[in-house]
């Protein structure tokens, strides 16, 4: 992961939701710029500072070769905030399911839980390096999942994990996001389990092969 810093002489009306994104628009060679999706990982108004997340991942597209390349004083134009990802504050517990690229998301929403919430974490990631800790007044119950050499994409860990759970009693929210494919398998095991369509926010936040965008995963 690499962090980058952002700032906006106006920010205006920039008053961003826990955990909404923000559209980089990145220069290419063709007239359009290349968009990206990121999460604003924190927001400090006083200071007008952005933090963002950014996966370094082998495939280096035009957004994560931006954030490696970039350097104090350069300039991006970001559109936003934008995004439907809510925190449930009605729920009784809250599960959060990821990878590496909603690891900025849930870490926001995660540290912004009233003390008394209840959440588990299923976290995947590559290696113990990339474990990291997580600040919350929650009472929290982390899980990280290490793919130890195996690439990021498709793959059980997550599924499995969730499978092996028991979940708490009460009424739960999910949130699960990340790789679409592994979103969409953990959605089908909560609906399987009997959690309504409605206690489930899940978004594919990419693929293997896709460009950019994003994936909804309501079925
Ligand atoms: C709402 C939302 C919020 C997001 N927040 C973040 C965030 O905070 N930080 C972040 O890093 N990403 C985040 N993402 C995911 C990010 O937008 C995608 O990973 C995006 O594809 C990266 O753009 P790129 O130009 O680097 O690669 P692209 O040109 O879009 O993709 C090229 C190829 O790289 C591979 N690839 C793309 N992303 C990954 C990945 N994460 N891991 C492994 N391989 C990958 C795929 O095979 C893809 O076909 C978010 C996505 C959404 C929709």
Not at 26 to 49: A, L, S, V
Not at 85 to 98: K, M, N, P, T, V
Not at 143 to 169: F, H, Y
Request: proline share 8%.
């Amino acid at each position: 992961m690499r962090r980058v810093r952002l700032t906006a002489e106006h920010p205006g009306e920039f008053k961003p939701l826990v955990a909404q994104e923000l559209v980089f628009q990145i220069p290419g060679t063709g007239p359009e710029p290349m968009r990206r999706h990121y999460t604003i990982r924190r927001y400090d108004p006083e200071n007008r500072i952005i933090e963002v997340d950014f996966v370094m991942h082998a495939h280096t597209g035009p957004g994560a070769a931006w954030a490696r390349a970039v350097r104090p004083g350069d300039t991006i134009h970001v559109r936003g905030p934008r995004g439907r990802i809510r925190y449930a504050a009605d729920a009784d517990w809250h599960l959060y399911s990821g990878d590496e690229s909603a690891l900025p998301a849930i870490c926001a929403l995660i540290e912004a839980m009233p003390a008394g919430s209840v959440a588990i974490a299923l976290l995947e990631v590559g290696s113990e390096a990339d474990v990291m800790a997580l600040q919350s007044a929650a009472r929290l119950d982390v899980q990280w999942l290490l793919r130890a050499g195996a690439p990021p994409g498709p793959g059980p860990l997550l599924l499995d994990a969730l499978n092996a759970r028991q979940l708490p009693s009460g009424r739960g929210h999910a949130y699960v996001i990340g790789e679409t494919s592994n979103v969409r398998a953990q959605r089908h095991a909560l609906l399987a389990r009997g959690f309504g369509k409605s206690q489930i926010w899940s978004e594919g936040y990419w693929r293997p092969g896709r460009i950019g965008g994003h994936d909804h995963i309501d079925d």
